[in-house]
């Protein structure tokens, strides 16, 4: 745009921000276009208009710099800009595009100018930010991603047995808190608990071999029928006295609740995270979100379309390509506690996520397009972060693709892609049209992938850029501990909203413990063994049993009865042994109906198999 001070000349907000960047003042600057207008420090999610909004130019994207902008304030001075300044350099860095077919035949390329928002002034829309005129950061071309250096590992995890690699990852303060919040509810209600640890380890192994030995209800574990009966459930603890912990076991204090609405399970997600970055962080991590299946009502709910779990609550999840979660954080609209950037809710999420694990330079995050926008990328690659994500034709805004309904037309592994100062931005047709955007990655590279032919019936080799082979790769982690916390999930539920996030975290540490095991100590057990050794050691560490047997349940008495009279093979015989009671008249006897395995008479026969 043109203004008073020298007619005729446009000028870039980087070139205007670098002119003023000796003033104290605050200029009114006018950017066009709108469309990266979200991309500042403001709140996203507020009702207030964007016309009016303030933020630091430090965090505006390179777009934004780039495109045009002008002072509406004529009387502001405008210093002429200096000729050799690169960062003020009057044209615009070249973007590439080039267009390349999956066949093998001759490659074509086509070379585009400067992407501009060729717009008509009549049909542009405007928006004033206001911003402290200082120099602005310039983009290096020459940049790389710092060098991974991976953190030492923690020399307190030491041990090599299953159990304790469990009771690491579900810390013990975190039972600790368990143990107090619990006999503190159970006080505020009238009634005497008197949880001991070791009670509350022998509850914690009960309720995972429910999550692989299930039962219609979990009072049948401690049924005598021989079909749902469980011995080492039944020889750990009462099942009276596993019902009085359930009713009272709790996390936090009920006379201190706050408007966080996930109030009573902050303890569970505090304490696992704060164990969780204490391993090492994985060079390759992705962001995703997991679920928690949740049937009732509560107002963080969530209903995800076409998810093996559509209805229950969302966590943000920071995950290794093995399934090991470093980071969770639950969903809960303004009470999230995630750290707000003014980029939009998903690269808030990946920044936040990045920062509360505390994740070094050199670190490669891989998203999908629920997070990834341009800003994102700029933001992440000023922070010495790898980013790679699919993305959304509406977060593209005017880049020079193809239309996806277009290029769907084109043959199967067609590409074209886009250079973009940090950025690589790929479209490639598959099975649907893909677009990815990746800073790490300079140059555009390509693989060749296997893929089925619906008319031959065989498998073909189609190109494939390297930048998706390497999203395939690495980002499904959060995805693959969502996978194994379901296969063997806590099958004991409770009517408490609360309790699927408390068996659920139990089902976490089990799935991270089992991810440490076989990454750190090379362990072989599959998940089900893994997870079968550490409950029954639990049980018969911790568990304690019963001074006697309960009553025998009215199912069993049935079925004896249903033998007892069918008048099918009964016979008296001689057992041989030592002498018992007669059933039916309570004398000595050393015989016994073969069939019944019941002390009885000889005389006593008839009379006990028919009256």
Known sequence: MADANHPG???????ILAMLQDSETVADITVVPESEMHAHDTDCDSDQSDDEATGDHNRLPSRILKGEGFLPN?????????????????????TETRKVSGTNEKVTS????????????QDRKFKKIKIA??????????????????KEHDPGFTSDD????????????????????????????????????????????????????????????????????NNAVKDAMRRNRFDEIMSSVHLVDNMKITADPFFKVRPLFKHLNDINNAIPIAEHVAVDEMMIEYFGRHGCKQFIR?????????????????GFVHQMEPYVGSHTHLVETGLGQGPSVVLGLAEKSEVPPGVKFYHDNLFTTLSLVDEMTLRGYGSCGTMRQTQLHNVPFTAPQTFKKTPRGDAEYLVEAEKLIVRWNDNSVVTVVSNMEREFTETEAKRWNKQKRTMDKVRQPKCIQDYNTHMGGVDLHDQFVSRYRVNIRSKKWWWPCFSWALNSAMVNSWCYYRSW???????????????????????????????????AVAITDATRFDNLNHWPCNTGSRYKRCKNCGGRTSFACGKCDVPLHVECFKKYHTE
């Open 74 to 94: 004529s009387d502001m001075q405008l210093p002429n800009p200096p000729d050799d300044d690169p960062g003020c350099s009057s044209s615009v860095s070249q």
């Open 133 to 150: 005129a200082k120099a602005p950061a310039q983009a290096n071309k020459k940049y790389q991603i710092p060098r991974y250096v991976p």
């Open 162 to 229: 299953p159990v304790d690699i469990f009771l690491t990852f579900y810390p013990k303060s975190l039972r600790d808190v368990t143990l107090e919040m619990s006999n503190l509810y159970a006080e505020q209600k009238g009634k005497t608990l008197n949880l001991t640890e070791d009670e509350l380890l022998t509850f914690y192994g009960i309720l995972l071999i429910s999550g692989y030995n299930t039962v219609p209800r979990r009072r049948l574990l401690w049924s005598d029928d021989c079909d749902v009966s």
């Open 110 to 121: 086509q070379i585009v100018g400067p992407m501009l928002h060729k717009t008509k002034n």
């Open 306 to 322: 076409g998810k093996p779990i559509r209805f229950g609550y969302k966590i943000w999840s920071l995950a290794s390509s093995s």
């Open 9 to 15: 000349k446009r000028y870039t907000v980087a070139e």
């Open 521 to 555: 100590k090379s362990g072989e057990n599959d998940l089900l063994s893994f997870q079968r050794l550490v409950a029954q050691t639990l049980l018969l560490r911790h568990g304690t049993k019963p001074s006697r047997q309960g009553r025998r349940s009215s199912m």
